[in-house]
């Protein structure tokens, strides 16, 4: 099974053919890929350019083991039974060590008891009676040597390797083992289904596990049946199980339908049974433009001979011929076999293409269970072998599943290729103004040969493509994604090459079909997406996580679909991803996703929105500290302690720090505001003494810092690719004249509405015990020095209240523009500009009142709410962009301090903008100002009551905003952006008690800007990246001053 994928992008393009190559040499290549009608010809540069996007890839290698002694016999001393511990594994050889997988058959010979064969994962591989010999074939992946394989009891047993398979997923018919075996059905538990009956289950089989979800020609899968009564199991592709009662566990290969799985049903109704299926490997499916469909030891699906033969073979009589392969050019054949009514009375083997001598080997026929379903590797000779029976006789059913490709053999005329074009029909008239390309359908049979290749064409242009092939029953599909650089009327040919001379078109298709192809500002949609729960009446699911959704039903999708939503409860930013798999758990239908980069859904739209979420509406806070039971939830850090010797003792994390309330009691939550959202005229972004307690109004001043004017504060450019940024020497400190209104990026920013975050702390140490202290609700200014007072440590500490203000816009920007001209390509759209971008204004505050008279450190967030932004939705042509942004604020306080003071006021007021933009053309850039700053001269003072007068250090508090952007719910950028106003000084005191102060003091400003992305949304080479790691103190002014206290 396979499906188009819209851009590839797991398979490498190492292989890719370079359009700067000589032309000489891609035109003498054109040539042998394809031939265009007259007068084209391949030579043009849309022609090249279309070859250039080809792709090589290995050859698959397929060995098989010619017959020989069994690796290990141990009923006749060659080697030892199997292991029963699970971590057992048998040795196949030194030939198997340069090996990736293996075709194994395992024989087991007349347990004394039921007897089950294991491989890894506990997956059971082959079950039998007790006094029965049991085969089976199972396609296991080798490592140094080695497969997984043990029993639960005692018993003989033979290993034989088939055959030996390399490849890769690029590899069109490469097999290919997983590491271990994943689980798809297990009725028992509800996974596919609750039993087995004539009601078909159906079980998922691409996908998962490595195994492509798109790209699957065939998958290996074991399945572990118990039935009530004999029966037959129907599987899906057609493929026939006669089963015994009991338990039968059988290996086989499927072919996987258009959802990526296989339906299974008993035969027989009122029949009951259980079903386990293990998926083991798969078939990889050559991607459009694979210069070959096929290799020398490709696998290729059956799809003339799926028909089930039955034989009646007997000891020495001669065998007849039987047809197992499609194509004449197979080498040998996957067949399925099975086999009763044997008489004899001894247990025998099968043999193939040739007379039964030498030592037993082959298939295992009980004289009384028959031979139970199990996969047979056949020589053939022009798709023909035959089979005979070591001793006694046996009815033999065989079913052709595909074969091994060989040697290609002369074309035969007598057996001409074919091609039809299916769809779109000739003359049909084609709108691709929204979905930007159409996809070319079709048939081919190819005669004694296996496919080489179907090349598209258009006199037109020459060359356009190679198509993608699709086994699919008994016919063989083709497709192919098209279009054309302008309107008009086109003709397509499709023409299919054999592998008997790969330089010989064999025969062609040709439609002629009028385009209205999408034009510069027209909205192109990928087709591939299918747009869910922009209508009330359309099916429901649940979205489990970034990943994964819940349907009730079984919705009509197919690996490969781009799902698309619009916002639910579940998925506040809708929900974005690409089908992978699909199961049936507990009644319900789980579909796991991939992530779609937005050029994949978005081929080509111009989007520019901008968001101010107006005057707060449905902008929602959640006030931490309110409501954590633990306080460690809302508070990190750490706090030294001050020592009589002079200088802070060691950090001390904040869990090993008792956090107790106002009062000394343990932490408990409180009512009490600390976060709100505010609009109109409560919106205040602008410093003033009303927000302090500071009685004397002139004892109040501000001053500013304007941009750009001393090297302290980087530009986005400045930054580097590590997000990181050096000053570049000593930077200079302003001199606090901004000389009028304040100027630069952001200084006119306007708020219609606000977050605003309060919160008090204490620091204290009582009786040599470090203690944080939390207001139980929000403080006004004037009651911030009375609860301070109250807080007071016996041997010290600080009290300090923060406040914050801030407003945010938020603007998305996506234009994307695709380059196809003929065809579908990697990489064949470009970014002309990504952008998310935030814009905000923000004002903080904190008053300080300190009672330290030995140095003490500290350095704690105190996280005070959660704002919810409400989801913001807008249409790009028919389909949702949902994107859903989030605020974490946080008190941010640190400081190094020996003082006996209260600084009343200390604030910062600046306007922010900073994100980032991709185009294909230049890259990630950051996008950052240099804002200006106002800021608070603060004027320290002595603490109500007290004589003594001491500051010498620095404190800064303030908060500490994280934005979470998301676009359909997990892709987007984090980025926090700190701003803690600081002060640092020195103070003098003279008199007893003093009687006069003067100080040394500078203000500065401690901004932090970090962030990270998640954007595998978008199709770089970084899925993840750091965009800003960026930490500078501004140093806003520097001053001496002296007064009379």
């Known amino acids: 099974m396979s499906r188009i994928w819209a851009i590839h992008p797991s398979v490498s393009l190492a292989g890719r053919v370079s359009v700067r190559g000589a032309v000489a040499a891609l ?119 080695k497969v997984s394989l043990w029993a639960d009891g005692e018993a003989d047993a033979r290993v034989e390797p088939l055959a030996y398979f390399d490849g890769s997923p690029a ?70 199980l006669v089963l015994p009662a009991g338990r039968t566990v059988v290996s086989t290969v499927v072919d996987a339908e258009d959802q990526g799985g296989v339906t299974a049903a008993l035969e027989t109704a009122g029949n009951t049974g259980t079903l386990r299926a293990s998926v083991t490997g798969w078939v990889s499916e050559a ?60 247990t025998t083997t099968l043999a193939w293409d040739g007379p039964v001598t030498g030592r037993a080997r082959g298939e295992a026929v009980d004289p009384t269970a028959g031979a139970q379903p199990q996969l047979a590797l056949v020589p053939v000779t022009n798709g023909e072998s035959q089979v005979s029976i070591r001793r006694g006789s046996a009815t033999l059913t065989l079913q052709p599943l595909g074969s091994f490709l060989g040697n290609p053999v002369p074309y035969n005329n007598a057996d001409p290729a074919s091609i039809e074009i299916t769809s779109p029909l000739d003359r049909q008239s084609l709108d691709l103004t929204e979905t ?95 747009v869910f729960h922009l209508d009330t009446t359309e099916l429901e699911f649940e979205v489990l996580d970034e990943f994964n959704l819940r349907f009730m039903q079984r919705p009509e999708l197919e690996p490969g679909d781009i799902i698309v939503s619009a916002p639910v409860p579940t998925a506040p930013s809708g929900f974005l991803g690409r089908l992978s798999s699909m199961d049936l758990v507990a009644g319900s239908w789980e579909v796991s996703t991939v992530e779609v ?44 302690i001050g020592q009589e010797s002079g200088g802070s003792g060691p950090d001390i994390p904040v869990a ?99 977050t605003k975050v309060d919160a008090s702390v204490a620091f204290v140490v009582e009786n040599g015990v470090p203690k944080i202290r939390t207001a139980g609700q929000k403080l006004e200014p004037w009651e911030f020095e009375a609860w301070s007072e109250k807080q007071r440590g016996d041997e010290g500490g600080v009290a300090i209240r923060g406040g914050g203000e801030l407003n945010l816009g938020f603007a998305f920007v996506l234009k994307t523009k695709f380059q196809f001209k003929w065809k579908v390509i990697p990489r064949g759209v470009s970014i002309e500009e990504f952008r998310i971008e935030f814009k905000s204004k923000l004002k903080a505050s904190a008053s300080i009142q300190a009672w330290v008279q030995v140095e003490s450190r500290w350095n704690a967030d105190l996280k005070v709410a959660e704002v919810a932004l409400p989801t913001t939705t807008f249409m790009a042509g028919p389909v949702p962009v949902a994107i859903t942004n989030r605020l974490n604020f946080a008190m941010v306080f640190s400081g190094t301090l020996k003082a006996e003071a209260d600084i009343p006021a200390i604030g910062i007021e600046r306007a922010d903008t900073f994100g980032f933009v991709y185009t294909t053309a230049n890259g990630m850039k950051r996008i950052k100002e240099d804002t200006p700053t106002t800021y608070v001269l603060p004027k320290p003072r002595q603490v109500l009551g007290e004589t003594s007068f001491s500051l010498e250090g620095e404190v800064a508090a303030g908060p500490q905003v994280s934005y979470q952007s998301r676009i359909y719910s997990f892709a987007g950028p984090d980025i926090s952006l700190s701003a803690k106003a600081g002060f640092a000084a020195k103070l003098g005191v003279k008199g007893i008690p003093p009687t006069e102060a003067e100080i040394d003091a500078s203000i500065f400003l401690a901004l932090g800007l970090t962030g990270s992305a998640k954007l595998t949304l978008l199709r770089w080479d970084l899925l993840s990246l750091t965009i800003f790691q960026v930490g500078v103190r501004l140093n806003l002014f520097e001053y001496s001053e002296e007064w009379k206290l």
């Open 27 to 145: 035109t003498a290549a054109a040539l042998t890929l394809v031939a265009v009608p007259p007068p084209a010809a391949a030579t043009t540069q849309d022609a090249l350019a279309n070859l250039s996007a080809v792709r090589t890839a290995p050859e698959p290698k397929f060995t098989p083991v010619e017959p020989s002694l069994p690796v290990i016999d141990s009923a006749v001393g060659r080697g030892d039974r199997l292991p029963t511990d699970p971590a057992g594994t048998v040795y196949l050889g030194s030939a198997a060590e340069s090996h990736s997988a293996a075709l194994v058959r395992l024989t087991v010979f007349e347990p004394a008891a039921d007897l089950t064969a294991y491989t890894a994962a506990d997956t059971a591989v082959l079950h039998m009676g007790g006094s029965t010999a049991v085969s089976t074939a199972v396609l296991l992946p080798l490592n140094q040597g």
């Open 171 to 240: 590899s069109g018919g490469a097999t290919l083992a997983l590491p271990e075996p994943v689980l798809r059905a297990d009725t028992a538990a509800g996974l596919a289904g609750n039993g087995l009956s004539q009601e078909p289950l159906w079980i998922g089989l691409t996908g998962d596990g490595g195994v492509s979800s798109v790209l699957a020609r065939s998958v290996h899968v074991v399945l572990d049946v118990t039935l009530a009564a004999a029966d037959t199991v129907v599987l899906g592709d057609g493929q026939r």
């Open 287 to 346: 991607i459009e433009d694979a210069a070959k469909a096929n290799h020398h030891g490709s696998y290729v699906v059956n799809t003339e001979q799926r028909h089930t033969v039955r034989q009646r073979l007997a000891a020495g009589e001669e065998p007849s011929p039987v047809r197992l392969a499609d194509d004449h050019d197979a080498a040998y054949a996957l067949v399925l076999t099975q086999a009763g009514n044997v008489s004899g009375g001894q």
């Open 436 to 530: 930007g390309y159409f996809t070319l359908e079709g048939t081919v049979s190819t005669g004694a040969n296996s496919v080489d290749r179907i090349a598209i064409s258009s006199p037109s242009v020459g060359f356009i493509g190679l198509a993608e092939l699709n086994p699919a029953g008994d016919e063989i599909l083709w497709s192919f994604r098209s279009l054309a650089p302008e309107d008009g009327d086109f003709d397509y040919v499709a023409t299919v090459f054999d592998r008997s001379d790969p330089g010989t078109a064999r025969a062609s298709d040709r439609v002629r079909l009028t385009l209205d192809v999408a034009e510069e500002g027209d909205t192109v949609v990928s087709p591939e997406a299918e």
């Open 597 to 640: 980069p937005l050029e994949e859904l978005f081929l080509q739209v111009d989007i520019d929105e901008t968001e101010g979420y107006g005057e707060g509406q449905d902008v929602v806070a959640e006030d931490l500290i309110a409501q954590a039971e633990d306080p460690l939830d809302v508070v990190t850090g750490t706090f030294a």
């Open 656 to 754: 090993d720090v008792q956090i107790v309330d106002g009062h000394g009691n343990p932490h408990v939550p409180a009512e009490g505001t600390y976060a709100e959202i505010v609009s109109g005229d409560d919106v205040d972004l602008e410093l003033s003494n009303d927000e302090f307690n500071v009685p004397d109004p002139a004892d109040f001043k501000t001053a500013c810092r304007l941009p750009g004017t001393d090297g302290q504060e980087p530009l986005g450019e400045d930054i580097g690719d590590d997000g990181t940024w050096i000053a570049p020497g000593a930077p200079a400190t302003g001199d606090g004249d901004c000389g009028g209104p304040l100027r630069g990026p952001g200084a006119s920013l306007s708020a219609d509405w606000t």
